[in-house]
């Protein structure tokens, strides 16, 4: 597949237009950044780990019916995706207390909720992803309270597939984010990317953290934690 025109760089991925006007090519990169672009770093070998666990996980959701953008790896970072227009949105499903949640309202990290719950953030690098709610999104015209109900229904089941994914390979699925986007009929499918850079992955066993939590709080060995979860990953899924 040839590659075009970079379509659009973030802080942890490029997207590139192909020969195919329904196809695009999404760069996994070996930058790290949290707090809104405050603290950066390279971690090198982390764009062929994210971007070997998210494939992973989006054939899992794929063959369990939920529709995704991943189409194949075309070789360790470059994903081929189906273009779809992303709605800029960052849905996180939480199943444990922590991060903003337990700084914004004075909770323990680590404490379980009664439910289940969704947030929505506005993705606005300028406002720094404000925190919104249902109306706020409908006001802005960024969904329909119809598309939001579809959303909140993609969550949950993939919510309940990967928590129970990463339950058998010994890691607690403590909360995650998720992107979605419109093909050109309109259908809502997940989008993005899935990985520790975006997924709070706890040791069953040890608590240990392996996820983009070992960058923000400077614990080391991210790369390491990272390849973790990719094996035992592997390893469920080839049982
Ligand atoms: N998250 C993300 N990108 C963001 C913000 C959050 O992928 O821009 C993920 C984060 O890794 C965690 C979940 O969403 O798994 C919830 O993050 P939270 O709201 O607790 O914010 P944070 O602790 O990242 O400030």
Known sequence: MEL??????????????????????????????????????????????????????????????????????????DQVCRRVKVIPLEVVVRNTIAGSMAQRLGLEEGTKPENVIYDLFYKSDEL?????????????????????????????????????????????LVDFKMEFGRTAEGEIIL???????????WDIETGEKLDKDRFRRDLGHVREAYEEILHRLQKVINQ
């Open 191 to 201: 989008a993005d990317e899935l990985s520790p850079d975006t997924c709070r992955l």
């Open 4 to 77: 075009k025109d970079m379509l659009y760089e973030g802080k942890a991925k490029q997207v590139f237009l192909t020969e195919d006007p329904e196809r695009v090519v999404v760069r996994y990169k070996d930058t790290a950044t949290a707090f809104n672009n405050i603290k950066k770093a390279t971690i090198v070998g982390k764009g062929k780990v994210t971007s070997a666990i998210s494939a992973l996980l989006y054939d899992f959701l794929s063959k369990a019916g939920v529709k995704t953008h991943f189409e194949e790896l075309l070789d360790e970072c």
């Open 128 to 172: 720094g992803d404000p925190l919104m709610n249902d109306h706020h999104a409908v006001a802005m015209k960024l969904v329909t309270y119809e598309e939001l109900q579809v959303i909140y229904e993609l969550a949950g089941r993939i919510d309940s597939l990967l928590l129970d994914l990463f339950r058998r390979a010994g890691i607690h």
